[in-house]
């Protein structure tokens, strides 16, 4: 019995005097273990799906633009003097011919006074010269005078007839000036803009001063909106358009596009288009002048498979999904996952909207869900992509 005691004893005493030998041993057959066992032991990836859904799509650009009449004439004045009476004011309706101002017609009516005076002496001139002209034929055939002197005369009598016409065109011009002196409308239509005031002194010596601007028909009118040349190949004339004001929160307008302009133009280096959208207007309810914010449908698609924008903005499938097929990129294949299966299924995109993208698929069913990563990913791509980082 002591013999078994003394040998434990020694056995004890020995582990105690060989423990770190021990220890590391079992550390070293414990890694030996984990490194044959535990990476044979995959962990089952945690995927992050998003929804495919079943539902409509519309494709729309949008802009802003400002309400005018489709048709704008402004009045101007020919001739200058002072304001002697205005007949219209703001939102008057007028008809064509209607007396809108009249200018103070006293120096007009001098200079008509003058060119009639001097006129009259001319024609005096004239009848003169004639009969000069007649006297003196009749000499020369006789033998009375020489020929010099009767062409004399002849060229005195056509001189007299040219300066009678010219002194004829510069009444006629006094004239014409003076009814000018009366402004009249030339459209039928409402004023929208007056821009003198009685007593004001109109001058038109270098260029014609407006006065009024005349709307012809403000049932009809029109918005000039600015589109970017990055939508305007979607633009097309006869498009449907929707459109908004301030003034009428709650209700929604329609429009019709009627013009593309190919003149282009820069605003803040980006390129823009004119595009012109014709507006019934029969209850009078816009006003011109007012902001539009104009929707113009490009197209929709109805009852189609469909996801967020985001779902599609993976570049590649090596990284996220193992055993990927070579051939199936998220440019041409999307990974589904269909419940507990991982599968690839060819596809296009449709129509496309700031949110949503059309998926163009056969192969797609109810409660699929698209794979867009893994739990627990780290991307090694710093560029960032449109909607940021992958």
Wanted: aromatic share 8%.
């Amino acid at each position: 019995m002591e013999e078994k005691q003394a040998l434990y004893k020694r056995f004890f005493m020995w582990i105690w005097r060989k423990k770190w030998w021990i220890l590391l041993g079992a550390i070293i057959i414990l890694l030996v273990i984990w490194m044959t066992v535990g990476f044979h032991i995959k962990k089952k990836k945690k995927y992050i799906t998003i929804d495919i859904t079943r539902g409509d799509i519309t494709q729309t650009v949008t802009a802003t633009g400002e309400i005018q009449p489709v048709n704008t004439v402004n009045v101007g004045s020919q001739v200058s003097g002072t304001i002697e009476d205005i007949f219209v004011d703001y939102n008057s309706h007028v008809a064509q011919g209607d007396i809108l101002l009249t200018i103070e017609p006293s120096v007009l009516k001098s200079s008509v006074d003058e060119a009639k005076a001097t006129l009259d002496s001319a024609k005096s001139e004239l009848k003169y010269s004639q009969s000069e002209y007649g006297r003196n034929k009749t000499l020369y055939a006789d033998g009375f005078i020489s020929r010099a002197e009767m062409e004399k005369s002849q060229t005195t009598y056509e001189q007299a007839k040219q300066a009678v016409n010219k002194l004829q065109y510069s009444y006629d011009r006094a004239v014409t000036n003076l009814g000018y002196a009366t402004i009249t409308s030339p459209v039928n239509g409402t004023v929208i803009s007056r821009k003198v005031d009685k007593g004001q002194t109109v001058a038109a010596s270098f260029q014609t001063p407006d006065l009024f601007e005349i709307a012809e028909d403000l049932s009809k009118m029109q918005i000039e909106t600015a589109v970017s040349e990055a939508d305007i190949g979607m633009i097309v004339e006869g498009q449907n358009v929707t459109f908004t004001v301030d003034a009428y929160p709650n209700q929604t307008f329609d429009g019709v596009v009627r013009q593309i302009r190919l003149s282009p133009t820069t605003v803040s280096n980006v390129v823009v288009y004119t595009v012109v959208i014709d507006v019934d207007n029969s209850d009078l309810r816009l006003m011109p002048g007012m902001t539009a914010f104009v929707t113009v449908v490009v197209a929709n698609a109805k009852d189609i498979w469909k996801t967020k924008n985001s779902g599609l903005l993976i570049r590649s499938y090596k990284n996220i999904i193992d055993n990927a097929p070579e051939d199936a990129t998220p440019q041409t294949h999307l990974a589904i996952k269909r419940d507990e299966d991982i599968i690839f299924v060819p596809y296009k995109k449709g129509l496309t909207t700031p949110t949503e993208t059309q998926i163009i698929s056969d192969e797609i069913k109810p409660d699929d869900k698209l794979i867009i990563g893994f739990t627990g990913q780290v991307s090694t791509n710093k560029s960032t992509m449109r909607g940021g980082p992958m």
